[in-house]
């Protein structure tokens, strides 16, 4: 089992900055990929970036070079900056970890969600 909670979501105007963070808690083995997504209103939730517990990562085309993913294994936690903000980035952000294990899914892996607004 494992236990999300993202934090760090506001209202900002385009070109601003916003850095998420995601703590976890619960078992080790629920943690080893850590992904950030996204979702607004009438769409799906799309895939922002993940990082593994080795510090491999993979971006969307959208968000390459203005976000940066990053983990700290030793608190638990996962963090998402964001820079040069576009209001097309506007959406409830999702916290999410994974085994990197196919048929092994832990219970709770996905947070409750922070909204990011980014005004024109």
């Known amino acids: 089992q494992v236990h999300l909670v993202e934090s760090g979501g506001g209202l900002v105007q385009a070109g601003g900055s916003l850095r998420l963070s995601c703590g976890a808690s619960?078992?080790?083995?629920?943690?080893?990929?850590m992904g950030w997504y996204r979702q607004d209103p009438g769409k799906e939730r799309e895939l922002v970036a993940t990082?593994?517990?080795?510090?491999?990562?993979k971006y969307s085309e959208s968000v390459k070079g203005r976000f940066t993913i990053s983990r700290n294994n030793a608190r638990s936690a996962v963090y998402l900056q964001m820079n040069n903000l576009e209001p097309d980035d506007t959406a409830v952000y999702y916290c999410?970890?994974?085994?990197?294990?196919?048929?092994?899914?832990?219970?709770?892996?996905w947070g409750q969600g922070s909204q990011v607004t980014v005004s024109s």
């Open positions: 999410n970890a994974a085994t990197g294990r196919p048929g092994l899914v832990c219970t709770g892996s």
């Open positions: 619960g078992d080790t083995i629920c943690m080893h990929t």
């Open positions: 990082i593994t517990k080795d510090g491999s990562t």
